[in-house]
Structure formats: structure tokens, C-alpha cells
């Protein structure tokens, strides 16, 4: 089976960005996203502090962990002001965005049931080309995630480098040292 393009991300507004954010911002980079209640336990007590390790662990590399609050029950106590407070008392740094409500009182919110998500937590990983490779609802095993994660950084990794100009050929390296190829360095200046 051929991983599809994953649906994009409705939010009503963003948290923890100067900017709303959509999947396209991603390009080029493996997306871990957390689907979140902040009055769901299981949210509390292990998806929030895994994307927490996830987003420190692997700083630095092509990598983004995003935030979704998706509330499909007691709306009324999970608003903004209240998730704000929510992030900043549970130190959450990565961007976080509200899911958008349902249509015509759909209390299922746009981007839940777009992934067509069972509930919360729920963690989506998707691919550096933007496609969705694996969706987990409840607790995810930190082995499993981590090694998955590491797929996709790898798969990312190749796929840069299939669009990189070629190493430099025998004939290039002589006498304990490799000629660049002058069209190369004209291609790509310094300066």
C-alpha cells in the first residue's frame, strides 16, 4: 500500500507560533503530530511529555513536533485562554494548533475527522514528502516511536541525497586528492 498525502490541518488559531502553521511549512522535514485534550489523562500523563522527549531529543535534526487540541467533549472548559494557561503550567514549547469545531454543530472538529481519529491521545507521524505513514491512538510505545521516527529521518536523508549533485568521479581524484567539478562551484558560490 502507497502512504497517501495526509490531510491538511483546519485550526482556528495556533499557540507557541508568531504564525499560523499549515503541513506545507513542513516540507522536507518528518512531522510528529500530537492530537491532545488537556482534560484527557491519558494526554497528561503520556503523550504530552513523550512529544515533550521527542521534541528535545531530536532538536536539531529535520524534525518537527506540532501540537493539535482537539476537543470532542466538554468544550465549554477547554477554550483558548484555558489551553494557554494549560501550556504554560506543563512547559509545552512546541507550536500547538486549535483543531477548527465541526460543521453545523458537529462536535467532532475538522482536522479529528479528517484523520478519522478514534480519541485521544492520538499521534500521527508523517513523511518528509507530507504523507501520513502511521497513526496511533492511545499510548505509544517510546521504542517503537523512536525507531519509526528514525525511518523516516532516514528515508528523508536518502531522498536528499538523491538530489544531490554526484560525488567526484576516479578520473577527478589523483595523487591523494579530488578535483571539484568547476560547473559545480559556479552552481553553488560561497559568497
Not at 488537556?38 to 529535520?62: N, S, T, Y
Not at 505509544?140 to 525507531?147: E, T
Request: aromatic fraction near 6%; hydrophobic fraction near 40%; glycine fraction near 8%.
Amino acid at each position: 500500500m502507497k502512504p497517501e498525502a495526509a490531510p491538511e490541518w483546519r485550526t482556528s488559531a495556533w499557540l507557541n507560533t508568531p504564525e499560523p502553521l499549515s503541513l506545507g511549512h513542513f516540507r522536507g522535514r518528518v512531522v510528529l503530530l500530537h492530537a491532545f485534550q488537556m482534560l484527557c489523562p491519558g494526554c497528561v500523563a503520556h503523550g504530552i511529555p513523550q512529544a515533550q522527549r521527542v521534541a528535545k531529543l531530536f532538536e536539531g535534526v529535520p524534525l518537527a513536533v506540532v501540537g493539535l487540541h482537539t476537543v470532542f467533549e466538554h468544550h465549554a472548559a477547554m477554550g483558548p485562554e484555558s489551553l494557554r494557561a494549560f501550556l504554560y503550567e506543563y512547559r509545552v514549547t512546541f507550536p500547538v494548533g486549535i483543531d477548527a469545531p465541526g460543521p453545523d454543530g458537529d462536535p467532532i472538529p475538522c482536522t479529528m475527522r479528517a484523520y478519522a481519529m478514534q480519541g485521544t491521545p492520538t499521534a500521527i507521524l508523517i513523511d518528509a514528502q507530507g504523507r501520513l505513514r502511521r497513526q496511533v491512538f492511545g499510548v505509544y510505545d517510546d521504542l517503537l516511536l523512536g525507531a519509526e521516527i528514525g525511518t523516516l529521518l532516514a528515508e528523508a536523508g536518502q531522498q536528499r541525497l538523491d538530489t544531490t549533485p554526484e560525488a567526484p568521479t576516479a578520473e577527478r581524484c589523483a595523487d591523494g586528492r579530488c578535483e571539484v567539478d568547476a560547473a559545480a562551484v559556479e552552481r553553488h558560490p560561497l559568497s
